[in-house]
């Protein structure tokens, strides 16, 4: 019995956590705690610019959403985003009854600044899906605002004169404007000739290619056709982790090419246009930004083996998506792996055939076209 005891104390005094009193009162568990600590998105700086990884489109409690607004910061800095904006829509019955529309900005910004996360300010004027207007003014996103209240009307059904009126005052103030979702929610995703006169004005300046889980391939042209920054969003409601698998793949974003992570550089590149969508590994985008980040992302070497005429070629792939390449002389399908370098056997002419990248759309049924040799380096 002795014994036992003499060993029941040993063990007591090597587990860690335990305060060694006479009554134990206090324990931890180690190493249970989530350490939040800063994620990383591994998707490679082009042309000179950093590559940027926003979502520029949130709510949060302070509308229709179901989280705090400082949620969204503690959210995008542990999955490893740069940037995000918060676009509640226009006052309406709110968690605390607040009807400022500047609230959910003001309540976010001091845990953005302690994170080194960039926030945007923004909103969202929503004519409501079953309201009479809809179909002309749907939902339009107002992004680098001064003081969202400018940009309100008191109700969930705006007519286009109404919109007309906040768009004239938008465009006054140089605020950046995107078309949101124009597929939903009945995937007609043509414009309204209200729209479109609003995107001749100069007040409309990007459109939503990837809203939620939806895409949006019409919108490509709309990107060519009305000369629109292309965006990705997520326009989530509910924790983000609840709404996307992020084991899967990262949640929808907007990729901008800015000088750095600023507010006033972010802006910049948003009016160039320098931006490509990304959507569950998918992006899509103008040639001239999506064939540089493959590009930098990916390279085709050959490694100098060969077997039975075939010759082995090293895909390295230094970022978090994974390209997909297809023969469209065979139908042959390869997928350089995220974060890894994968092994392939090819016919020399492989390398030089034109391959799809069949993740990567520059109009709505057209995929990028690139020649593994010039992916050497």
């Not at 918060?86 to 953005?112: C, E, W």
């Not at 996360?117 to 996103?141: C, P, Q, Y």
């Not at 007040?203 to 809203?211: A, D, K, L, P, T």
């Not at 970022?319 to 390869?334: E, G, H, Q, V, W």
Request: net charge neutral; hydrophobic share 40%.
């Amino acid at each position: 019995m002795k014994k036992m005891i003499l060993l029941a104390a040993a063990m007591a005094a090597t587990l860690p956590g335990i305060a060694q009193t006479d009554t134990i009162q206090y324990r931890t568990f180690q190493g249970y705690l989530n350490p939040h600590e800063r994620g990383t998105i591994h998707i490679p700086d082009i042309l000179g610019y950093r590559t940027i990884k926003a979502d520029l489109h949130l709510h949060t409690h302070q509308s229709d959403g179901g989280v705090a607004p400082y949620f969204r910061v503690w959210e995008a800095y542990q999955e490893g985003l740069d940037a995000i904006a918060l676009t509640d829509h226009q006052p309406m019955p709110r968690y605390n009854k607040n009807p400022d529309g500047n609230i959910s900005h003001l309540q976010a910004v001091k845990d953005a600044e302690d994170r080194g996360i960039t926030l945007i300010r923004g909103a969202e004027l929503t004519s409501m899906a079953w309201r009479a207007n809809f179909k002309d003014v749907g939902h339009i996103n107002l992004l680098f605002t001064t003081d969202n209240n400018r940009y309100f009307p008191r109700t969930d059904d705006v007519t286009a004169h109404q919109a007309d009126s906040v768009l004239a005052v938008a465009q006054a103030d140089s605020v950046w404007v995107t078309a949101n979702h124009p597929g939903w929610p009945d995937k007609d995703s043509e414009f309204s000739q209200w729209l479109i006169g609003q995107i001749k004005k100069g007040r409309v300046h990007g459109v939503e290619i990837f809203n939620d889980f939806e895409f949006y391939p019409r919108a490509i042209d709309y990107v060519y056709d009305y000369n629109l920054t292309p965006i990705g969003a997520t326009d989530c409601h509910w924790p983000i982790a609840w709404r996307f698998d992020l084991k899967r793949a990262h949640r929808p974003m907007t990729l901008i090419f800015a000088r750095d992570n600023s507010v006033a550089a972010i802006r910049e590149a948003l009016f160039a246009r320098r931006s490509v969508a990304y959507s569950d590994n998918t992006l899509a985008g103008r040639k001239e930004y999506v064939e540089p980040l493959l590009r930098a992302s990916v390279t085709a070497e050959k490694t100098g083996r060969t077997r039975k005429g075939k010759i082995e070629v090293a895909l390295k792939n230094v970022s978090d998506i994974p390209y997909s390449f297809a023969d469209p002389a065979t139908n042959r399908l390869m997928v350089a792996a995220p974060l890894t370098t994968t092994y392939v056997w090819m016919d020399d002419a492989d390398m030089k055939h034109t391959w799809l990248v069949r993740n990567i759309y520059i109009r709505p049924d057209k995929h990028l076209e690139i020649q593994l040799l010039s992916l050497q380096r």
